[in-house]
């Protein structure tokens, strides 16, 4: 009996943190990969202006910039008109930088995959093996949301206070260099992405996550009005 308890215990634990890390990393990569978004950022913020470019080749490098982050494209050597003239769009230490911010990618999308699999096996081993499924499944989904939301909550909190500061630690955590410390006049990257452009997309992606958090808490609060009889 207390193995069987200790296994669901772990088992249930590690679906609720699997859960939280499906549902965040896929709100990353929907967001980061919407074409539309960058069309309406740039419209709002002026890159193209800014830049010197017209807004058609400013897609295009940003399709570009996509397809290289999603292992679609080998390079970023690739030339656009600026300001009248053809030249290199991104400068050296931008390419440094996106090999280290594609690595993150590919393994935010590897992390996303096992959380699936792992999540859709437990989902149906769960309802499988069992007793009172209905019951204790709602409760796993109102753990997740109990998880999830706090350190969330505090992120959003604390972003909304100063996104500079905590935005330059996850600079910090993540990356092992100081390739990400971009100079206007040189790269391009910080010309197309400025600080407004990331804290509107973390705020974003805050918002989708919260979002489908809720929901989970609803549908668990829904389950328990049709819990039956036996426990796990």
Request: hydrophobic share 50%; glycine share 4%.
């Amino acid at each position: 009996m207390i193995v069987r308890r200790a296994f669901w215990f772990i088992t249930s634990a590690a679906f609720v943190v699997m859960l939280i890390l499906l549902l965040l990393f896929t709100d990353v990569q929907l967001i980061a990969f919407d074409r539309e978004y960058y069309d309406n950022q740039y419209e709002k913020y002026q890159i193209s202006q800014s830049i010197g470019i017209s807004k058609p080749d400013l897609m295009a490098a940003t399709e570009n910039l996509l397809d290289y982050i999603d292992e679609k494209r080998e390079d970023l050597d690739f030339q656009m008109t600026i300001k009248g003239v053809q030249q290199e769009f991104f400068s050296p230490r931008d390419k440094q930088h996106m090999i280290d911010v594609k690595n993150l990618f590919v393994q935010g999308k590897l992390i996303r995959n096992i959380a699936f699999v792992y999540c859709v096996g437990f989902a149906a081993f769960y309802f499988f093996i069992a007793k009172n499924r209905r019951e204790g499944f709602s409760k796993l989904l109102i753990y997740t949301f109990i998880g999830g939301i706090i350190p969330i909550l505090l992120l959003g909190i604390l972003m909304s206070i100063d996104f500079y500061k905590y935005f330059t630690i996850f600079h910090e955590i993540f990356f092992d260099n100081d390739l990400w410390q971009l100079e206007p006049a040189k790269d391009r990257l910080i010309n197309m992405f400025p600080e407004a452009f990331f804290s509107d997309i973390a705020f974003r992606t805050v918002f989708y996550y919260i979002s489908e958090l809720v929901l989970l808490l609803v549908l668990g609060i829904f389950g328990l009005k049709y819990k039956g009889r036996n426990t796990i």
